[in-house]
């Protein structure tokens, strides 16, 4: 499977800044200063991973007719002291709102994380991975 991104720089002093489009076209600001237009790059892949594993997650749920009615993610990551200042570990805590199954939401994330998330499998042999797990009710 093939698919095209595309990265575009926005001309400008101070911080660069930059627009990128999915494969379908859809836009994200770029950015890398606090005070800037755009997310930080390097943020961008523990929240690619957390959005995989979710999206993947939602959809495992519902084919099992739970009644998920919130998901959040909290992310913590440990990254290298020194440049390039490489991942370490990418730590996430879910936590689910609504009548929810836990044994279900464990299974749910796993499957996501080990089967189905493309993201996961790319940094699994890099990047030690760690999730945790609430149940919120309604």
Known sequence: MV???RLEWLPG???PRFLGRDSWGHVAA???GEDGDGSKPS????LSLAACTAHDVVIILRKQRQD???LEIRIE?????EPPWAFRR?????VLTGAVDPGKARRAIDLAEGKYC??????RPIVEMAFTLEVLPA
Not at 77 to 81: A, K, L, N, V
Not at 90 to 94: A, E, L, R, S, T
């Open 3 to 5: 698919s095209s991104q």
């Open 13 to 15: 002093d101070g911080v």
């Open 30 to 32: 770029i950015g890398g």
């Open 43 to 46: 943020d961008l892949l523990p």
């Open 68 to 70: 998920l009615l919130g």
């Open 77 to 81: 990551t440990d990254q290298d002291p």
């Open 90 to 94: 990418i730590g996430m805590h879910f």
């Open 118 to 123: 493309a993201v996961a499998a790319t940094l």
